[in-house]
């Protein structure tokens, strides 16, 4: 199983980044994905989620309105469209498929 995380990078204040997250090593219908983040020093934190079928999601209420979890079942790819970024955004953002699977992480820096 791998997961590989692409999109971090640095973006202002009210601005956008769109987290892609590719799986390959299993049925990518059959799992339910998510994403997480890291603060150094801190604990990860679970931010959005979406089942196996993509039907229902979740959010952290602090990204509820801003971030949008979805998946691609053609592509094998989970996506994190994050908008109106906020500078506490910044953190290393992870994909988790259940199993225990991490991919390597992000970096999303949030700043002017």
């Known amino acids: 199983v791998q997961l590989v995380e692409s999109g971090g990078g640095l973006a202002q204040p009210g601005g956008s980044l769109r987290l892609s997250c590719e799986a390959s090593?299993?049925?990518?219908?059959?799992?339910?994905l998510s994403w997480y983040r890291q603060v150094s020093g801190k604990e990860r934190e679970w931010v959005a989620g979406?089942?196996?079928?993509?039907?229902?999601?979740a959010y952290k209420d602090s990204v509820k309105g801003r971030f949008t979890i979805s998946r691609d079942r053609a592509k094998n790819t989970v996506y994190l469209q994050m908008n109106s970024l906020k500078p506490e955004g910044t953190a290393v953002y992870y994909c988790y498929a259940t199993g225990g699977y991490w991919g390597q992480g992000t970096q999303v820096t949030v700043s002017s």
């Open positions: 979406t089942d196996n079928a993509g039907g229902s999601k």
């Open positions: 090593g299993f049925i990518f219908n059959s799992v339910a």
